[in-house]
């Protein structure tokens, strides 16, 4: 089995910032792509910010510049650090990660159980 626990969430108010983080623990051989969708209330979930394995990154256009993911190998961890947040940026984020379990394995798409962002003055 593989579990992704975020930690990172609250509210907050226009213009601060927040840092979420994602480990990734259980049966883990490899893991290749990582990153952060979100989910506002009535909308579908849409990518954040992705990284692979090697560091390359892809960002929304709605983030760019805001935004910044990263990830520790060593620890599978993956994080987002979110500057100048806006309410638009108010949704439940969830990680996601493409782990591998073991060799003869294929990569499988795990999700964490999500964390509320909440943007408001």
């Known amino acids: 089995q593989v579990q992704l626990v975020e930690s990172g969430g609250g509210l907050v108010q226009p213009g601060e910032s927040l840092r979420l983080s994602c480990a990734a623990s259980?049966?883990?051989?490899?893991?290749?792509?990582m990153g952060w969708y979100r989910q506002a209330p009535g909308k579908q979930r849409e990518l954040v910010a992705g990284?692979?394995?090697?560091?390359?990154?892809t960002y929304a256009d709605s983030v760019k510049g805001r935004f910044t993911i990263s990830r520790d190998n060593a620890k599978n961890t993956v994080y987002l650090q979110m500057n100048s947040l806006k309410p638009e940026d108010t949704a439940v984020y969830y990680c996601?990660?493409?782990?591998?379990?073991?060799?003869?394995?294929?990569?499988?798409?795990?999700w964490g159980q999500g964390t509320q962002v909440t943007v408001s003055s």
């Open positions: 996601n990660a493409n782990v591998k379990r073991g060799i003869g394995y294929l990569h499988v798409n795990h």
């Open positions: 259980g049966s883990i051989f490899s893991i290749n792509d």
């Open positions: 990284i692979t394995s090697g560091g390359s990154t």
